[in-house]
């Protein structure tokens, strides 16, 4: 079922193809966990749950987390999603990462934390929210 669903996946845009996985959590817990794994899995593949960040996609985020996926989950550039989010002065997704606990002391491999990605690019509202955290 794993690859029919990433299969699926492929051909659905992501909104929708998580709201078909959650439909199927309906099947039981057996069936509810694969799902949630194939959440996760979706979520890490192509870094989506830190492209979702940076575009501010809320809903997407929410799913990846409801389905256990690591908040400071870092890319090979050290980058977690706060990092992507306060890049893009995405604040929506930067109060939601926190509230889920990332870490703004994560940094990436040149040494920057989100906050000072959001410095970077001059988002002060980004930066408001990721002062002192």
């Known amino acids: ?5 990433t299969t699926l996946g492929a051909f ?10 959650l439909t ?11 799902s949630m794994d194939d959440i996760v899995q979706t979520c890490r593949s192509n870094d ?6 940076a575009k501010n996609d809320l809903a997407y985020l929410n799913v990846c987390l409801s389905a256990g996926f690591p908040v400071n989950t870092q ?7 706060l990092h992507a989010a ?8 930067i109060q ?26 001059g988002h002060h509202d980004a930066m408001a929210l990721l002062k002192n955290k």
């Not at 079922?1 to 669903?5: D, L, N, Y």
């Not at 989506?48 to 960040?53: G, I, T």
């Not at 890319?75 to 999603?81: D, S």
């Not at 306060?86 to 997704?93: I, L, M, Y």
């Open 48 to 53: 989506s749950f830190h492209k979702a960040a």
């Open 96 to 121: 939601l990462l926190l509230r889920n606990n990332a870490d703004p002391s994560v940094r990436d491999v040149n040494g920057r934390t989100a906050y000072e990605q959001a410095e970077l690019m």
């Open 24 to 34: 199927l959590g309906l099947m039981g817990m057996q069936g509810a966990q694969a």
């Open 75 to 81: 890319e090979g550039n050290g980058w977690t999603a």
């Open 86 to 93: 306060a890049k893009a002065g995405s604040t929506g997704a």
């Open 1 to 5: 079922m794993s690859g029919q669903i």
């Open 12 to 21: 659905m845009s992501r909104k929708l193809f998580l709201s078909v996985l």
